[in-house]
């Protein structure tokens, strides 16, 4: 203890003249380190009379809090010089142009859902969101689908294994679901637009376990066929920009629709070419048809007041049409050659007038 005044000297003098921050490391472990010089000198504390302990310990403790703060202050300095250095060493040439970066593309899918939200939207729809994972009930028994409905089979649905009062949940088939829920909960009238996943057991070039749909529901005390087929008219002329296009209704069943009608355009296909427009033969792009009585009943709506029409489509499918992309497929491989070519810079906005904005 007698030459504490000579180990503080010392121990100050590696401090201040240590170059770099590693070096005041190694100081401060060999000095203050579980092992270090003053850290010894505080184990010989138990050995000493009371008196000698209290008035080492009080050094000692002194030239820990000396050695701790110089320290620190060298610390400090030794960082403003590496930053000072590395400054110097690593300064950017802002002359130089700058790095090509890949400009970011909106899917297909995405630009295709906003010109259906838009063009809907201008006929005064809003839009409905719903779960992806649905109750029997709602997604089958409530839409008129019976029990033997081979949609029901798990050929075609995917099951969760757990059950809510007797029966799996589904992965939704479709985006009727939300329809329902919404008549159960709003009153007439209605008027809405549903898209969203919707999932099948189906996989090949026109067909994904996961897709996107979108479907529509308008439910007051007036509506009819005639109100169902301009709506419809409407949409696909402004959807594929053709004022002209030719748009065929074609009976058709539907367990939640009656009467119900599949809904196809002119194209034509010769020479081996698709095109969309006058033609002489047609292709089915949707679904449609007046809300089966029995579904009101299901819903709590009074058939005898109260009338409907219902409609739906595959975001995919009218994409692949509008936009020439030959394999659903390739929706979801994320594949960024193929984004580049088929996406888009920026969501452009439909008009039901002046098609894309």
Not at 72 to 95: F, H, M, P, T, Y
Not at 151 to 169: S, V
Not at 278 to 291: A, F, P, T
């Amino acid at each position: 203890m007698d030459n504490v005044e000579t180990l503080r000297s010392e121990i100050l003098d590696a401090v201040a003249g240590s170059s770099d921050l590693k070096a005041l490391e190694d100081i401060r472990i060999a000095e203050l380190g579980k092992k270090g010089r003053v850290s010894g000198l505080m184990k010989t504390l138990g050995k000493m009379e009371p008196e000698e302990r209290k008035a080492a310990g009080q050094a000692l403790n002194v030239l820990k809090s000396e050695i701790a703060s110089a320290i620190d202050g060298r610390k400090g300095a030794l960082e403003i010089e590496a930053l000072n250095a590395q400054l110097i060493n690593e300064r950017i040439d802002v002359s130089l142009p700058v790095r090509p970066e890949d400009q970011g593309r909106i899917h297909p899918i995405s630009q295709t859902i906003d010109e259906v939200v838009a063009i809907f939207g201008e006929m005064g729809f809003t839009v409905a969101e719903g779960p992806d994972i649905e109750e029997d009930w709602y997604n089958f028994s409530a839409l008129n689908i019976p029990p033997e409905h081979p949609a029901r089979q798990e050929h075609d649905t995917f099951y969760l294994p757990n059950e809510k009062e007797g029966h799996r949940m589904v992965l939704r088939t479709h985006t009727s679901p939300v329809q329902i829920r919404t008549m159960q909960n709003q009153k007439p009238p209605i008027r809405i637009i549903v898209p969203g996943r919707t999932y099948r057991c189906d996989y090949d070039a026109t067909h994904s376990p996961m897709f996107h749909q979108v479907e529509g529901l308008v439910i007051d005390k007036k509506t009819h066929m005639g109100h169902l087929k301009g709506c419809l008219i409407d949409f696909c002329r402004a959807f594929f920009d053709m004022d002209d296009l030719p748009v065929k209704f074609r009976p058709s069943y539907f367990p939640f629709t009656e009467p119900s009608a599949e809904v196809d355009i002119g194209c034509t296909r010769e020479g081996g070419e698709f095109k969309i427009g006058h033609g002489d033969d047609w292709l089915e792009i949707l679904g449609s048809g007046m809300v089966n009585p029995q579904v009101l009943v299901n819903c709590g709506i009074d058939p005898e007041e109260y009338q409907g029409f219902a409609f739906g489509m595959g975001i995919e499918r009218i994409a692949m049409l509008k936009y020439g992309i030959p394999d659903l497929r390739t929706f979801f491989e994320s594949d960024l050659r193929w984004l580049r070519h088929y996406g888009f810079q920026s969501l452009q906005t439909p008009s039901m007038v002046g098609g894309l904005d």
